[in-house]
Structure formats: structure tokens, C-alpha cells
Nanobody, 120 residues
Framework: VQLQASGGGLVQPGGSLRLSCAAS????????MSWYRQAPGKQRELVAR???????NYADSVQGRFTISRDNAKNTVYLQMNSLKPEDTAVYYCRMSIRRVGDVYVYIYWGQGTLVTVSS
């Protein structure tokens, strides 16, 4: 199983970006899908999470500005980021809990990270 994240880039304050992360491989089911971020010199933090049952959780710092969604048919999670601020600058990582063909247990997978830079 591999996760491929995309959509990062340079954007001005107040702008928008949409991140995508697609899982590929022998997948039976994907439970939680999440986005984390890590700014320079800081620990990785949870940005948004979407459970298999459709429950969402957001970090206080992005509540009302970011929206997480998923396309189960495409094994893909999205993060729509609006009203971006310089403090949103970070490498964004997707994370999924996946059950593979032939497995009983669920395993955690991470994407490679995509850089978001918010600057004028």
C-alpha cells in the first residue's frame, strides 16, 4: 500500500489550496483518514480527521477554514484549505488506517508529505 499526497505549493495569505492523498494497493477497507502537519522546528500535529463513519475533528487553529472530505471509491482524502495564514506554512502529511487484502488487522500508513507555504 502506498499513499501519494499532492496539491501543496506557494499561496498568498487569504488564498486557498486543496490537498489530495490517494491510497493504492491491495486495499479492503480504509477507516480513519487524517491530515497532519509539521512546521519547521515544531512537532507534527493533527490538522483534521475523518472517520469511516463520517465524524470529523479539526484542530482549533483551522476550524472554520479547513474542510476534510473523502472519496471512498477512489481511496482518496482531500483537505480544502481556505483563508490561509502564514502560520499554516508546514509540510502536510496524510495518514490512513487501512486493512489490506488477506489481513485481519488495520495498519497505519503515511503519505510522503507536501509542502504548503503561505507568504506574500
Amino acid at each position: 500500500v502506498q499513499l501519494q499526497a499532492s496539491g501543496g505549493g506557494l499561496v498568498q495569505p487569504g488564498g486557498s489550496l486543496r490537498l489530495s492523498c490517494a491510497a493504492s494497493g491491495s486495499i479492503i477497507a480504509i477507516n480513519d483518514m487524517s491530515w497532519y502537519r509539521q512546521a519547521p522546528g515544531k512537532q507534527r500535529e493533527l490538522v483534521a480527521r475523518l472517520t469511516g463513519g463520517g465524524i470529523t475533528n479539526y484542530a482549533d487553529s483551522v476550524q472554520g477554514r479547513f474542510t476534510i472530505s473523502r472519496d471512498n471509491a477512489k481511496n482518496t482524502v482531500y483537505l480544502q484549505m481556505n483563508s490561509l495564514k502564514p502560520e499554516d506554512t508546514a509540510v502536510y502529511y496524510c495518514r490512513m488506517s487501512i486493512r489490506r487484502v488477506g489481513d485481519v488487522y488495520v495498519y497505519i500508513y503515511w503519505g510522503q508529505g507536501t509542502l504548503v507555504t503561505v507568504s506574500s
